[in-house]
Structures are given as structure tokens and as C-alpha cells.
């Protein structure tokens, strides 16, 4: 029987990880594309692809048994209606994003209502002005968060969240292990009512035919005035140009966003200029303890591969997720 064909399509989790394939598993034949341009030639004869391979370079394969996402989302694959519409398991790398994800909001609330943008730029031009923030510090003790999508990551802020004395409201058609400090959890038609209740948005969701641009001007404009919206998962979801407006009407009082609906951002975007916007290149999630993780997470899938064992973390393709 012919070795396993296996191709390396991504250099994600490290350069360094292709050589540690090569070597812990000699009984298989691996290929390292890093570059698209080489996808479509390496997959041809594939039983099994590591990355996110595009529609023209699934077209190719003659061979193919698994697609292995490095991340959770895989959202970037399922945008290819072939890939949708085959037999080929898509598996993912769940958890490995939760703990520094639900980190990086906790500090995203701390920045904005601290304005550490604000005192970034001062500290800058050495300006030493304590009158300038004088009541322009908020607490976010005793206000009401709301999550969309209370799956890991949202259950994760949702456990940072509750030890500030807050009330917690979320999001979830499905949900699962609701957490104790979660006061409400409301299926999707009642978003306009987690609207209307948060002091802080959370949005934890993954992008679906149903959540795609559901943060809309209407919505956001129900929001408390001197609200704030964080988004953590994808950018897809809340409507950017609504966004700004908001942001610089004064109905909203910032926004944090790690994921935007076009990344990279465009230059135009009005997100680039705001005062009141914190934003990072949907880095949120990259710890050395992820990239091990999603290491290790393809490893041991792929041991399964070649035993000819049933996979773990298969996702549901047509949900997107």
C-alpha cells in the first residue's frame, strides 16, 4: 500500500513543525506548500491537507480524505461551496484560543473605559494633565454585559467578567454549560432585546447566514447611550460603518475590535482615525501556548489518520462550525 500523502499548507503553527512531522511519523510522505500558488500542484495526489486550502486548489484533489484547519474557525474553507458540498471531513483546533481571547477582552473594557489610548498619547507628547480624565473614567462594576454566542469564548469573558460585579445577559441558539453568572440566555430572536440591555457587547459569535451583519445601525442604535461594543470573533457581524457613525456621534463611547469584516483593514476606514477605538489585527489569540496546542491538536489527529481511526473535532460544514 502506498504511504500517505499528507500536505503541510500553512506555516501557522511554525516552519519548524513540518521537520517534527517529518520525523515522528518516517511513514509518511509530507509536503510543505506554504505559498497558495503551490497548493493546487501538492494536493493533486493528497489523502489529507493541513491549512486552508481554496476552492480551485480543492478542484484539484483527486485523493482527498481530510482537511485539517489549523484554527477553530473555519469559516475561510466553507466559503468554497465544492468544499460544502463533498464528503471530505473538515476537523478544527477547538480551545486553543479561549484563554487569551477571553483575556484580551477583559483588558479591552479596562483600556476603553480608562482610556488608556488617550494617556498612550499623552504619555507621548509628555503631557501631564490628571484634569483631563476627571469623571471621563468609568467603572464597569455594576453594569450589564452582553455576550453574542456563548460558546467557549463567550463562557470564557463570561467567567472574567462576573468577578466585576456585573450582570450578564447573552446570545445562543444551542447553548450549552451556561454559566452560573449568566442572568438571561435568549435565543436569536431576541438580539434586539440584548441590544437594549448592554452596557458593554461582546460579540462572540462565529459568522453564519444568521449573524452576518445582525449589529446593524438599528440595533446598535437601541444600545445605551455611552455604550461600547467589543469584537472578538468575526467582523462580519457588526455593520462597520454604522459602527463609526455611532462612534462619532457619542452614542457610543469606544469599541474595541480584534477582527474586522475586510482584513487587512482598508486604508479608508474610519476605524483607523477614531480617538475612541482600540484596535488589534485579530492577534488576540496568539500565545505560545495556542500555536502548541493547535500542534498538538493536528498530531494527534493525524496518529488517528494513519490508524485509520475515526477523527476528532469534525465540524459541521454546513453550519460553519
Known amino acids: 500500500?502506498?504511504?500517505?500523502?499528507?500536505?503541510?499548507?500553512?506555516?501557522?503553527?511554525?516552519?519548524?513543525?513540518?521537520?517534527?512531522l517529518i520525523d515522528s511519523f518516517p511513514e509518511i510522505d509530507f509536503v510543505v506548500a506554504y505559498d497558495p500558488a503551490g497548493h493546487i500542484e501538492?494536493?493533486?495526489?493528497?489523502?489529507?491537507?493541513?491549512?486552508?486550502?481554496?476552492?480551485?486548489?480543492?478542484?484539484?484533489?483527486?485523493?482527498l480524505k481530510w482537511i485539517a484547519c489549523p484554527g477553530m474557525g473555519i469559516d475561510k474553507i466553507v466559503a468554497y461551496q465544492n468544499i460544502v458540498d463533498s464528503?471530505?471531513?473538515?476537523?478544527?483546533?477547538?480551545?486553543?484560543?479561549v484563554t487569551s481571547m477571553g483575556d484580551h477582552v477583559i483588558g479591552a473594557m479596562v483600556g476603553?473605559?480608562?482610556?488608556?489610548?488617550?494617556?498612550?498619547?499623552?504619555?507621548?507628547?509628555?503631557?501631564?494633565?490628571?484634569?483631563?480624565?476627571?469623571?471621563?473614567?468609568?467603572?464597569?462594576t455594576g453594569t450589564n454585559v452582553g455576550i453574542f454566542g456563548l460558546g467557549a469564548i463567550?463562557?470564557?469573558?463570561?467567567?472574567?467578567?462576573?468577578?466585576?460585579?456585573?450582570?450578564?445577559?447573552?446570545?445562543?441558539?444551542?447553548?450549552?454549560?451556561?454559566?452560573?453568572?449568566?442572568?438571561?440566555?435568549?435565543?436569536?430572536?431576541?438580539?434586539?432585546?440584548?441590544?437594549?440591555?448592554?452596557?458593554?457587547?461582546v460579540i462572540a459569535a462565529p459568522v453564519l447566514d444568521t449573524t452576518r451583519n445582525s449589529i446593524d445601525a438599528r440595533r446598535i442604535a437601541m444600545m445605551p447611550k455611552g455604550s461600547y461594543i467589543i469584537v472578538i470573533s468575526r467582523g462580519e457581524?457588526?455593520?462597520?460603518?454604522?459602527?463609526?457613525?455611532?462612534?462619532?456621534?457619542?452614542?457610543?463611547?469606544?469599541?474595541?475590535?480584534?477582527?474586522?469584516a475586510i482584513e487587512p483593514l482598508e486604508d479608508d476606514s474610519r476605524l483607523w482615525t477614531l480617538d475612541n477605538v482600540i484596535l488589534t489585527p485579530h492577534s488576540s489569540a496568539l500565545t505560545p501556548?495556542?500555536?502548541?496546542?493547535?500542534?498538538?491538536?493536528?498530531?494527534?489527529?493525524?496518529?488517528?489518520?494513519?490508524?485509520?481511526?475515526?477523527?476528532?473535532?469534525?465540524?459541521?460544514?454546513t453550519a460553519g462550525f
Open 1 to 20: 500500500m502506498a504511504n500517505l500523502k499528507v500536505v503541510i499548507g500553512t506555516d501557522h503553527v511554525g516552519t519548524h513543525y513540518a521537520d517534527e
Open 112 to 140: 476603553l473605559t480608562h482610556r488608556f489610548q488617550e494617556a498612550f498619547e499623552d504619555r507621548k507628547k509628555k503631557t501631564w494633565d490628571t484634569e483631563k480624565y476627571a469623571s471621563r473614567i468609568t467603572e464597569i
Open 87 to 97: 464528503d471530505v471531513p473538515i476537523t478544527n483546533a477547538p480551545g486553543t484560543h
Open 237 to 260: 457581524i457588526v455593520d462597520e460603518d454604522a459602527l463609526c457613525d455611532a462612534l462619532e456621534s457619542g452614542h457610543l463611547a469606544g469599541a474595541a475590535l480584534d477582527a474586522t
Open 154 to 201: 463567550g463562557r470564557a469573558v463570561a467567567d472574567r467578567v462576573s468577578a466585576f460585579g456585573t450582570t450578564i445577559y447573552a446570545i445562543d441558539p444551542a447553548p450549552s454549560n451556561v454559566p452560573a453568572s449568566i442572568k438571561e440566555c435568549w435565543d436569536l430572536d431576541q438580539l434586539d432585546d440584548l441590544a437594549k440591555v448592554s452596557d458593554f457587547l
Open 289 to 317: 501556548e495556542l500555536y502548541e496546542m493547535r500542534r498538538q491538536a493536528f498530531t494527534a489527529n493525524l496518529k488517528r489518520f494513519a490508524a485509520g481511526e475515526e477523527l476528532n473535532n469534525i465540524c459541521n460544514k
Open 42 to 63: 501538492a494536493i493533486r495526489d493528497a489523502d489529507a491537507f493541513f491549512g486552508w486550502p481554496n476552492g480551485d486548489a480543492f478542484a484539484a484533489a483527486e485523493q
